[in-house]
T-cell receptor, first 113, second 111 residues
Framework: DGGITQSPKYLFRKEGQNVTLSCEQNLNHDAMYWYRQDPGQGLRLIYYSQIVNDFQKGDIAEGYSVSREKKESFPLTVTSAQKNPTAFYLC????????????FGEGSRLTVL | QQQVKQSPQSLIVQKGGISIINCAYENTAFDYFPWYQQFPGKGPALLIAIRPDVSEKKEGRFTISFNKSAKQFSLHIMDSQPGDSATYFCAATPGTGKLIFGQGTTLQVKP
């Protein structure tokens, strides 16, 4: 089946630890995105990548890092520098064109204890 | 100027009623306005979208109304059903690949 797979679905982490969230897609889309969702704040863009080996910071990139070594994969690392990491993280891909549609994965919920 | 402001934050509607969610923007470079629907525990999915060269777009029970001069657009859900209970996000983009989302509206449709 074509789609976006995010893992893990739930993750608990102690303060001071880095954690990596996985995002894999088989839709053959060039563009991939990471959003953070918090209640009442909508979806905020962390990082995005329009092509392999290239990525740009979004609106809230501080404390996060990404890589794009393969078209299918766009992992997000939440570092210990992120002050408030507890959130729901969504990975998305986008079809080509100026008004391409975003397709989202089912998300990863990170809780920092 | 990059913001999209969405209201209300939450909405309760009786079955069969009309649900209305409003969004406003400042950036006149925005030229594509989608709405996404998200069920609990799932990622959002595209519901309906509009470009500013039309004032209204209808798909089934869902209608987007667009007012370019006021820089506002809204989602109307006619004959609302309990299965429509979800969080709805408006969004806008200037076509750069970055989509700016509103804050979201949680809709509850009571049977």
């Amino acid at each position: 089946d074509g789609g976006i797979t995010q893992s893990p679905k739930y993750l608990f982490r102690k303060e001071g630890q880095n954690v990596t969230l996985s995002c894999e897609q088989n839709l053959n889309h060039d563009a991939m995105y990471w959003y953070r969702q918090d209640p009442g704040q909508g979806l905020r863009l962390i990082y995005y990548s329009q092509i392999v080996n290239d990525f740009q910071k979004g609106d809230i990139a501080e404390g996060y890092s990404v890589s794009r070594e393969k078209k299918e994969s766009f992992p997000l690392t939440v570092t210990s520098a992120q002050k408030n990491p507890t959130a729901f993280y969504l990975c998305a891909t986008r079809t080509s064109g100026r008004t391409g549609e975003l397709f989202f994965g089912e998300g990863s919920r990170l809780t920092v204890l | 100027q990059q913001q999209v402001k969405q209201s209300p934050q939450s909405l309760i509607v009786q079955k069969g009623g009309i649900s209305i969610i409003n969004c406003a923007y400042e950036n006149t470079a925005f030229d594509y306005f989608p709405w996404y629907q998200q069920f609990p525990g799932k990622g959002p999915a595209l519901l309906i979208a509009i470009r500013p060269d039309v004032s209204e777009k209808k798909e089934g029970r869902f209608t987007i109304s667009f007012n370019k001069s006021a820089k506002q657009f809204s989602l109307h859900i006619m004959d609302s059903q309990p299965g429509d209970s979800a969080t709805y996000f408006c969004a806008a983009t200037p076509g750069t690949g970055k989509l700016i989302f509103g804050q979201g509206t949680t809709l509850q449709v009571k049977p």
